[in-house]
């Protein structure tokens, strides 16, 4: 890798909080095990990310001592559960300095998120009294990109289909960057939401907001940012980031699967009809009809996921006790020793930027004409975890030419032996395939 | 678990050297001709299979797609083993591959019937796998009973 000398003035790499990587490898149990009489090298965090003890423990803790129902016990072990659950919820908001708890609304994981927007869309749009903000019909549009995950896709093509508003989306550069070049015409006076992905899941963009926010502001649309991939890698701040929405999901954060995350600005929440009906949502029932709850239990229909909710609060502390910018350094360090070495593999092809500038630690590639599936499983035999195939990103694959891609992805427990193992595997993969 | 049990050389060969790849015409214009495309929607390989046949006889089977070296030298081999067969005896081979990978690896193929076919036995224990094999077997299903043989379409693998 070649070293980067930061301009004087600038923060240099000492102003940068640090970890060490052997004592958080520590924390990982799973990081201990064999896959094929190989060390495990797991370079699929973009899917979904390890647990470490302090979230597991936590996890179990809460079964073993703390189990009982949330919001409706007035005994010993529902205050407790109740207490940990809405712990969870404040340490969350904090997390991503969300003005209010109450933004915070805990749901299965990014794609319930999207789905919860998209219908409270759709259930506005029904009858007469919906806030004007979220009625759509015949001439109203949507707008994502051309690199969202399926999750970011479908549910804005299923609400343009039952509201009869248009999908448009923002095209990618050969570069694998969002393309803005025609942004004023494709978000007008007629865009009632854009929906975009922060960070790309197969292509490793980062995507700078700020052009977008101000032309989403300018036509007064609403702004929803899938940072599925963001929040687990960078400090992110609702207030700076200045969106309206943003998705994203436990367990590629350290936490548990079941359990996700739609913060939303607290007046949108509230103007936002309910999504699914039952239990905690409602102020008050009758047999003819039922008024809400205020957000965010009006989102929150029946028993949420409460242990993963509560082991998400853990995951958040396990998180924040690193430092969120120490994990965005070693990332990018990892990166940008990744983007040179991948740079050596005869006849390897990477998808999205080449530089560690503007993109995370997700890196996708070919090898050749070598098919994903096979390198996959080459490196497989070598203990090496990478994901194989489109990567719920169809249009992307289908953008760059190519049905399937290679990808690895870092987190905060990759090393850099762990990207000299992939490159390694790769030669091995050549050489069963040449 | 080894590599070289799944990548045995007879499908590197045929991966390599794909035999009968290209979509064709039949030779015979009285041929029933029909094709079907399939796709594995976890990984995108997508293959056409198509047939020539006077409903007896499988004059021609051509294919096109593209993929990983599993499924597309499966493609090869179900061309080498079933072009030029009675309807009756392709099916019975088309069975026995399915039953092979079917049979997570419990299965000990016959040479006989299966021909290159055997290669794939290791196959059979790569879950994963075993739907890119499958992928031009079920397709040729597909494309036989559109051509009016056969029995009907089977369930997609
Ligand atoms: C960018 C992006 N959006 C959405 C999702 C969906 O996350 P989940 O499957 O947890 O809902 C993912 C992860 O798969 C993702 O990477």
């Not at chain 1, 149990?29 to 699929?44: A, K, Q, S, T």
């Not at chain 1, 399926?150 to 609400?159: G, K, T």
């Not at chain 2, 021609?60 to 030029?84: F, N, P």
């Not at chain 2, 019975?92 to 990978?101: G, I, K, S």
Request: aromatic share 6%; charged share 20%; net charge negative.
């Amino acid at each position: 890798m070649s070293s980067l000398t930061i301009p004087a003035g600038m923060p240099q790499f000492d102003d940068v909080p640090r970890f060490d990587v052997a004592a958080v490898r520590a924390d990982f149990p799973i990081l201990d095990r064999e896959v094929n009489g190989h060390r495990l090298v797991y370079l699929d965090s973009a899917n979904t990310s390890h647990k470490p003890r302090q979230v597991l423990d936590v996890l179990a803790e809460h079964y073993a001592m703390h189990n009982a129902n949330v919001s409706r016990s007035v005994h010993t072990l529902g205050t407790e559960a109740t207490e940990a659950y809405e712990g969870a919820r404040a340490k969350i908001a904090r997390f991503v300095n969300a003005p209010s708890v109450d933004e915070v609304v805990f749901v299965k994981n990014s794609t319930e998120a999207i789905n919860v927007v998209a219908y409270a869309f759709s259930n506005a749009s029904l009858g007469a009294d919906g806030d004007p903000r979220f009625r759509l019909g015949p001439g109203d549009e949507i707008v994502i990109s051309e690199m969202e995950h399926h999750s970011n896709i479908v549910p804005w093509q299923l609400l343009a289909e039952r509201t009869g508003a248009t999908l448009r989306w923002i095209p990618v550069t050969d570069a694998g960057r969002l393309d803005e070049s025609g942004l004023d015409d494709l978000v007008t006076e007629r865009t009632k939401i854009v929906s975009l992905v922060h960070m790309s899941n197969i292509l490793g963009t980062v995507n700078a907001t700020a052009r977008i926010t101000a032309r989403v502001r300018e036509v007064g649309a609403l702004l929803l940012l899938d940072c599925s991939q963001s929040v687990p890698h960078l400090p992110i701040d609702v207030v700076d980031l200045d969106a309206d929405f943003i998705v994203f999901t436990g367990h590629k954060m350290c936490g548990p699967t079941g359990i996700g995350v739609l913060w939303g600005r607290g007046e949108l929440l509230a103007a936002m009809p309910p999504v699914f009906g039952g239990g905690s949502m409602i102020e008050t029932v009758t047999m003819a009809r039922s008024t809400f709850a205020a957000p965010p239990a009006r989102f929150e229909a029946g028993t949420p996921p409460i242990a993963e909710a509560v082991a998400l609060g853990a995951a958040v502390d396990y998180l924040t006790g690193l430092d969120m910018r120490a994990v965005q350094w070693h990332e990018k360090e990892l990166t940008a020793y990744a983007l040179d070495a991948l740079a050596t593999v005869p006849g390897l092809r990477i998808f999205g930027p080449t530089v560690p500038v503007g993109r995370g630690g997700t890196i996708s590639f070919a090898l050749g004409d070598i098919h994903p599936h096979d390198v996959g499983q080459v490196l497989d035999s070598l203990g090496v975890q990478v994901r194989v195939g489109h990567h719920c990103a169809k249009p992307v694959c289908t953008r760059f030419g190519v049905p399937a891609m290679t990808r690895a992805s870092f987190y905060l427990y990759t090393t850099t032996g762990e990207i000299d193992a992939l490159v390694g595997g790769l030669e091995q993969v050549r050489k069963v395939f040449d | 678990m080894q590599l070289d049990q799944l990548y045995q050389e007879i499908i590197l060969d045929h991966y390599k050297r794909p035999h009968g790849r290209g979509l064709r015409d039949a030779d015979d214009p009285a041929d029933r001709v029909a094709e079907a495309h399939h796709v594995n929607p976890t990984c995108g390989d997508e293959v056409t299979v198509r047939v020539a046949t006077d409903g007896t006889v499988l004059h021609d089977i051509s294919y096109d797609g593209m993929g990983c070296s599993i499924s597309q030298a499966s493609a090869s081999v179900l061309h080498e083993l079933l072009r030029g067969r009675g309807v009756g005896e392709a099916f019975a081979v088309h069975e026995a591959f399915v039953e092979l990978m079917s049979g997570r690896g419990q299965v000990t193929p016959d040479e006989d019937v299966l021909g290159d076919g055997v290669a794939f036995a290791g196959v059979a224990r790569y879950p994963a796998r075993v739907k890119c094999a499958l992928l031009p077997w079920m397709a040729f299903k597909d494309a036989t009973a559109r051509a009016g043989v056969g029995v009907s379409p089977e369930v997609k693998a």
